[in-house]
């Protein structure tokens, strides 16, 4: 559905998307991972032919060329920052950006009003946008990349400054969308919302694709061991046999068999004050692939 | 409903929300012209505030002193007798635009002007004000003619001076009723450069609330975007024409000429400043610089097309130049339909060079924002 080959963009000298490459499948969710500046919203603004690529090919929608109409009318794209307007009322807002992509009569009131429905903002649509609080113009901003029933989604850090529960209600809309087999492409730089929505995630760092595959195969390369770290509240008699090492009072065990090492520890006899299991997350798998944090940017 | 139609009907009521922005693009480009208008024409009549001058009397004889009551009787003139000295000082700090010396024997020389008798006097003029001395000197030899004209009766009861007619020369029954029909076409000019100016924001106004990128991704071309903030324009310089017209109807008896030709002087001048604001509006990626931008060329055009001193006022190579001025052939074209009276081929050059500049701005304004996206 999405197939970007060696894309290359730079700017007054810096690059910001250097060689990327990776491809999307219909009806996938597919995530770009990493931190701020790593390339991701330069990558959209090429698929969704807002930019011209300086190298590279570009596929969307079974179409070479992204600002070609009917690859434009196959496509919604809710962009990073708010791109609504202030001055008009929500339902104006979806009344115009609708009628752009040539919905007309009762499947533009149709539409208008699931977008309305979709980001919950029914009684709210003869409001002003510029009254909105920021999760509703956040929900807004979503809903007009939907109102046109687009196959293919470009969701550019969606849930950005977003309040708790908005971004609850946002996630509920986006996985409601995967299960109606839209093809989304997800851009994130929290670990937790790719691993919670994207079917297979590329992790991105200063405007390359580091890897690319499902969470759980990511992990398995990049994310090393669990660790088990228990605060020991007697030391064990001598001659117990504990899995790891003691520092002190803190028993740190690195393992792939978390359960069985716990077995071990309890029927040596160990008695323990805390216990703490950190399994290995995107962000460990980003830390392993390019020696910083996610949120060190 | 074509995008474009879509895209100006939504900037129509954006402006519409946005009071602050209604009144630069409505009602200041009306301030605008009215005070343009009342500058260079005088709303209410063509009284002008007489000029202020000291009269010197040196010579106390009876002709003398009915030239100086001809004077101080001019209603084009304010006359304050005073010293020489006193009268100097006034001219020199700019209370009195000029002083007029009546010279000794001045009126012996009124009484021998057969046998060669040149009567005397001097004229002290404002440095500041040397634009108004030859209007002064005119006024001063009328009187002097008309003391000579009052001599010569007396000596010759038949003689008479030569008559001057002035005869307005335009189409029969199209002369200008008020002074203001002479100033509404550069008043006209300017509401429309305002609100072009005041529309050449919009775009940049599309970037920084982010919903460019969401038009651009969307089915519609750079060139519909632009074409729909010219729509949007247009629409709005016809409103505020409209709105002037109404007024300067109803307040100022202004007459509308030929109403055909002045829709399509009217339809003209807007297409044209609609497309230099498609222009303008790619010139700066910040409202600061398209503003700035847009009001500078707007200016720059007025002031070498006659919007801010009057052709005539220009010195030759000025005049030539105001050719490249769109400001100039809005004139002419207005001038043409209010009361010139042109027919259709006179007013097919100036509606054809507005229609051909809106028409490059266009095309500049696409081919200059396709660069700005690269």
Redesign the interface.
């Known amino acids: 559905m999405i197939r970007a080959e060696s894309l290359r963009k730079s700017y007054d000298g810096l690059t910001a998307v250097d060689g990327a490459s990776f491809e999307i499948r219909p009806g996938e969710t597919f995530g770009l991972l990493g931190p701020n500046g790593a390339g991701k919203t330069t990558t959209i603004?090429m698929l969704?032919?807002?930019?011209?690529p300086d190298a590279g090919s570009i596929e969307v929608a079974g179409a070479p060329d992204p600002s070609r109409?009917e690859v434009?009318?196959a496509?919604g794209?809710a962009?990073q920052?708010?791109?609504?307007?202030?001055?008009?009322t929500g339902e104006?807002n979806l009344l115009?950006?609708a009628?752009?992509?040539?919905l007309r009569g009762a499947r533009l009131r149709d539409r208008v009003d699931w977008a309305l429905g979709f980001a919950g903002l029914r009684e709210k649509a003869r409001q002003?946008v510029g009254a909105y609080s920021g999760g509703m113009q956040r929900r807004l901003n979503l809903a007009?990349?939907l109102v046109h029933e687009p196959r293919v989604l470009?969701l550019d850090e969606p849930t950005a400054g977003v309040d708790p529960q908005s971004r609850i209600h946002l996630f509920a809309n986006i996985e409601a969308l995967a299960r109606e087999g839209r093809t989304i492409l997800y851009t994130t730089h929290y670990m937790e919302e790719a691993e919670r929505l994207c079917d297979r995630v590329a992790i991105m760092d200063r405007g390359r694709i580091l890897d690319c595959d499902t969470v759980p195969a990511l992990l398995a390369r990049h994310g090393g061991r669990a660790v088990i770290e228990a605060e020991l509240a007697e030391l064990p008699t001598e001659g117990a046999v504990l899995p790891g090492r003691i520092d002190g009072k803190i028993l740190r065990v690195e393992t792939e068999r978390p359960l069985e090492d716990l077995a071990q520890v309890a029927s040596a006899g160990a008695k323990l004050s805390s216990l703490h299991l950190h399994r290995p997350d995107l962000e460990t798998v980003f830390l392993a692939l390019t020696g910083r944090s996610l949120r060190d940017g | 409903m074509s995008r474009i139609v879509i895209l100006a009907l939504k900037d129509l009521r954006l402006l519409w929300r946005d009071r602050f922005g209604l009144f630069w693009i409505l009602v200041f480009p009306l301030v605008f012209a009215l005070f343009f208008g009342s500058i260079f024409g005088g709303i209410g009549g063509a009284r002008r505030t007489p000029l202020k001058i000291a009269v010197v009397q040196e010579d106390e004889s009876d002709a003398a002193r009915a030239y100086v009551e001809r004077i101080a009787a001019s209603p084009a003139l304010q006359a304050l007798a005073m010293e020489r000295e006193a009268a100097w000082e006034a001219v020199r700090r700019g209370n009195r635009s000029a002083f007029v010396a009546i010279r000794p024997g001045f009126g012996e020389a009124l009484g021998r002007l057969l046998e060669g008798g040149a009567p005397a006097l001097e004229l002290g003029i404002d440095p500041a004000r040397t634009a108004e001395a030859g209007y002064l000197q005119g006024l001063l030899v009328e009187s002097l003619f008309a003391s000579m004209q009052d001599r010569f009766r007396t000596v010759a009861p038949g003689l008479r001076g030569p008559e001057v007619t002035v005869t307005p020369v335009s189409s029969a029954g199209s002369r200008p009723h008020s002074p203001f029909e002479i100033t509404f076409p550069s008043a006209i000019q300017w509401a429309l450069l305002g609100c072009a100016a005041g529309f050449a924001i919009s775009l940049v106004r599309e970037r920084t609330a982010g919903t460019w990128l969401r038009l651009r991704s969307g089915p519609v071309t750079r060139a519909e975007i632009l074409a729909g903030k010219g729509l949007a324009c247009y629409c709005a310089c016809i409103v505020v024409a409209l709105l002037l017209l109404m007024f300067a109807v109803a307040a100022l008896g202004v007459r509308l000429g030929n109403p055909a030709m002045l829709a399509l002087a009217l339809a003209s001048s807007a297409a044209c400043f609609s497309g230099i604001m498609m222009m303008v509006c790619v010139l700066g990626k910040t409202e600061q610089s398209v503003a700035g931008a847009g009001w500078a060329i707007f200016t720059l055009m007025a002031m070498i097309g006659g919007g801010m001193v009057p052709l005539i006022a220009m010195p030759a190579w000025m005049i030539t130049l105001s050719n490249i001025s769109p400001v100039k052939w809005g004139i002419v074209a207005l001038e043409g339909a209010i009361w010139r009276g042109f027919a259709l081929s006179e007013m097919a050059l100036p509606c054809a060079i507005l229609w051909a500049i809106g028409l490059t701005g266009f095309g500049a304004g696409v081919r200059l924002l396709a660069r700005a996206d690269r």
């Open positions: 603004h969704v032919g807002a930019l011209q109409a434009r009318r496509i794209l962009p920052a708010l791109s609504l307007y202030a001055e008009l104006e115009f950006f009628r752009l992509h040539g002003r007009c990349a470009f």
